[in-house]
């Protein structure tokens, strides 16, 4: 028998509905994370006032006769933190649209996330207006990443319906070194926006915020280690993480490495730091991810679910 559209709709709504959302959002979170690596892209290369006015460049939308390296960075950041704003807005508007199929904290999530947008434009601007202060960049850069780290937690648990809560030591350890590495990048991005670093490797002063950062780093590892380590000795349900978990074990290697040839370069490879920053904040996005994951009721995958919704009012 041929399938009723109504009947399908009807089946399918809740179910599908979560199901887009989430992919939207973890589309918005590999925005996220290009936002974040453009912007540090545009630290290292001292693009930060390249465009000297706010929010146009040189008056326009699009710069012309002005346009270089710099001034394309600096104004590509701003396109990409539009481009976020509106897929963020476009989201909101469909969950209020769908708020009866969907849990109740999904539309003010979204809406808290909009003011957090907000808030990071606010203080995008002031960077530029204030001549980049070093606790404006530092706080631009910190909304940043609870950007990314709120809409990785969505998209994760839009995709655990009726989810169980995963144990308290995995949410422990896997909360907690998410707190770390995003402490951790917060004292990089500082040590970066004072130039603390590069007095320190150059002039032999100032280097207590590159020891205090290079110290930091051990925590992190050890937090990520023991979390990787426990679940692959638990087994069940937290070693069935394994390719996220060991995704993240070699991004912290990767990171790690990256310190420091960066240190041992002076810092003088401005690809080395941007790369150092990507995987930085694809931490965060990991992390968060499995902080917010839940043992799912239904024992399989939200997608795999959904694919068997659309057939069952298809049969005869």
């Known amino acids: 028998m041929f399938c009723n559209p109504a009947v399908l709709l009807t089946a399918l709504s809740p179910l599908l509905i979560r199901w887009r959302l989430a992919q939207l959002a973890a589309h918005i979170v590999v925005i996220l994370i290009a936002l974040v690596v453009v ?14 006015d706010w929010p146009l460049c040189f008056g326009s939308l699009l710069p012309g006769r002005q346009m270089n ?12 933190a539009f481009v976020v704003g509106i897929a963020l807005a476009v989201q909101m508007c469909l969950a209020w649209l769908w708020r009866s199929q969907l849990p109740k904290w999904l539309p003010w999530a979204y809406a808290s996330i909009l ?31 609870t950007l990314v780290a709120s809409m990785s937690a969505i998209a994760q648990r839009l995709l655990s319906p ?3 809560p995963s144990p308290l030591w995995w949410r422990f350890w896997a909360g907690g070194s998410l707190v770390a590495v995003m402490t951790q990048c917060l004292l990089g991005g500082r040590m970066a926006t004072t130039w603390s670093a590069q007095i320190c490797l ?13 110290l930091s780093a051990i925590p992190v590892a050890l937090s990520i280690s023991i979390l990787f380590g426990t679940s692959l000795f638990v087994g069940g349900w937290a070693r069935s993480k394994w390719p996220t978990l060991i995704s ?4 912290l290697i990767a990171q790690i490495m990256l310190g420091m040839l960066s240190v041992h370069l002076a810092l003088s490879e401005p690809l080395l730091t941007v790369c ?18 839940r043992p799912n009721t239904f024992g399989s995958h939200l ?14």
Do not use: Y
């Open 202 to 214: 150059s002039q032999g002063h100032d280097c207590q915020l590159l020891n205090l950062h290079r």
């Open 162 to 164: 009726n989810g169980m």
């Open 69 to 80: 390296v710099q001034v394309f960075l600096e104004w590509f950041h701003r396109l990409d």
């Open 303 to 316: 997608g795999e679910i959904a694919q068997e919704k659309i057939v069952e009012p298809c049969h005869g």
């Open 276 to 293: 150092h920053q990507l995987i930085a904040a694809l931490l965060v996005a990991l992390l968060s991810a499995l902080s917010f994951q």
């Open 248 to 251: 993240v074990f070699l991004l």
């Open 115 to 145: 003011v957090l947008v907000a808030l990071q434009g606010a203080v995008g601007a002031l960077t530029v207006l204030d001549l980049l202060p070093a606790g404006v960049v530092t706080t631009h850069l910190f909304f940043a990443l």
């Open 39 to 52: 912007g540090g892209a545009t630290r290292v290369m001292e693009a930060g006032l390249a465009c000297p």
